[in-house]
């Protein structure tokens, strides 16, 4: 999927890309991703069906790089010093508002990935893979630096601890995830969890 998609995208500019991602977010926010269709997001970007086809191969391809587009930069750039303020920053990278969307989204989009294997593929390797891999980068640094022992077994779990505080905020709490209550929630249980 990779190397051919990065074939079949070549013709858009970076411009026009992210007026598509934003507009295929809209559209999922709207309608949700099962009632999403190839058409409904070329009549919104004024765009002809066979382009997106042919620039990103389906629906589910599409979604998950928007999705991943959507996110505020590559994480393993940002270094603080310290795995703590590495982990805020991750936090401080979408405001409230965003987060509230992004807690929503989600949430259709798991529930649509378990009858759709195509958009969980694409999930798994268009962003699950790669923000693990961020994860695992910004721990390596935290090893370097001594802040957390290598053979730790709550090293594995991180990306979990994340996703779950997350997630879990709008379940338990009825509360949209908030900048405060995720670097509470990482200084309270992730870290404790890591030793750090």
């Known amino acids: 999927m990779t190397e ?3 074939v079949r995208r070549s ?4 411009e026009r890309e992210a007026e598509l991602y934003a507009a295929v977010l809209d559209l999922l926010r709207e309608v949700g991703y099962d ?9 919104r970007t004024r765009s002809s069906k066979a382009t997106l086809y042919r620039q990103w191969g389906g629906k589910a391809e599409l979604v998950a790089r928007a999705m991943r587009h ?8 940002l270094d603080t010093g310290s795995l703590r303020g590495d ?9 409230d508002c965003q987060m509230e969307q992004d807690s929503a989204l989600m949430r259709g989009l798991a529930m649509a990935m378990h009858g759709n294997p195509d958009l969980l ?14 994860m695992r980068v910004v721990l390596r640094r935290a090893i370097d630096r001594g802040e957390v022992r290598p053979d730790n077994p709550a ?12 997630a879990a905020r709008t379940m338990i709490d009825e509360l949209p995830p908030t900048q405060d209550f995720l670097t ?7 870290l404790p969890a890591l030793g750090a």
């Open 4 to 6: 051919a998609a990065t």
């Open 11 to 14: 013709r858009i500019t970076p």
């Open 35 to 43: 009632a999403l269709t190839m058409d409904a997001v070329a009549a």
């Open 70 to 77: 959507q996110k505020r930069a590559d994480f393993t750039n």
């Open 87 to 95: 982990l805020h920053a991750l936090v401080l990278r979408a405001d």
């Open 121 to 134: 593929r694409a999930f798994r390797e268009l962003l699950i893979e790669p923000e693990m891999e961020e």
């Open 155 to 166: 090293m594995a779990y991180v990306v979990h601890m994340m996703v779950g505080g997350f």
């Open 184 to 190: 509470s929630y990482i200084d309270a249980v992730v």
